[in-house]
């Protein structure tokens, strides 16, 4: 009973967060507006409230709760907005950078097509700047989030651990490889990430971070199960 409210809540805030959005078009007027003229600080709350959220959800998944001792709401939080503004950062040079190279390798107006409404074109250069962010950021910036990971949970989750030098050298040396190459770089970029960023690269800009945020559900889930893995 008690897990069944606490979904029923979970939903609610989901249901706040969104809704608005989709019934009031000032709502949506006001996110498209802001996102234009402050996208790191739409960035960074937008992964600070979306992407923990998703990673409750997985512990919810792993745990049959959505939060525990060790968790670290608030530091996750916070974390996660930096990654968020990272993350902002990458995609519009990938975006904007993959364009260019491609017209470099005779792909003609490529940097017009990703402007342009939908086309088979732009479906293209979708999957090259997918491929490219994938490929080149995503294994650092997994890497770098399961090191963050690890730091606020050896502090109990704690709010010191936004204060307290990372170790890096010691957590990396600890991690587990076999886990992390064969299930999440192996298996979740080329099955997973590359086909969701291909459909995020397709959209019009001011809703690829949004995707991108919204995406974080799944990586919860993806963590979730990476981390039952590195239990066995």
């Known amino acids: 009973m008690k897990n069944l409210k606490s ?23 006001w996110y498209i507006t802001t996102n234009r003229s402050h996208p790191l600080l739409l960035a960074f709350i ?29 530091p996750r939080a916070v974390i996660w907005g930096l990654l968020g503004v990272w993350i902002a950062i990458a995609m519009k040079i990938f975006a904007m950078g993959t364009p260019i190279f491609m017209e470099g390798m005779g792909f003609q107006s490529m940097t017009k097509i990703m402007q342009d ?25 997994m890497t770098v989030h399961k090191v963050t990971d690890t730091h606020i949970m050896q502090h109990q989750g704690n709010i ?6 990372i170790r890096f050298g010691n957590i990396l040396s600890n991690l587990d490889w076999k886990v992390q190459w064969g299930f999440v770089f192996k298996k979740t970029i080329p099955f997973f ?40």
């Open 7 to 29: 979904d029923f809540l979970f939903v609610l805030v989901v249901l706040a967060i969104f809704l608005p959005f989709i019934v009031l078009p000032s709502a949506f007027d």
């Open 46 to 74: 937008k992964f600070a409230i979306l992407a923990t959220m998703g990673e409750m959800f997985g512990l919810r998944i792993k745990t049959g709760h959505y939060t525990a001792p060790a968790f670290g709401i608030i």
């Open 117 to 141: 409404p939908f086309t088979l074109s732009k479906l293209f250069g979708a999957f090259c700047i997918s491929v490219g962010l994938n490929t080149c950021y995503a294994p650092v910036f």
């Open 160 to 165: 010191k651990a936004l204060f307290t030098p």
């Open 193 to 232: 990430w590359i086909p969701a960023h291909t459909f995020t690269f397709s959209l019009p800009g001011d809703f690829q971070v949004l995707t991108a945020a919204l995406l974080s559900i799944a990586l919860g889930l993806i963590l979730s199960i990476a981390s039952l893995k590195s239990k066995k």
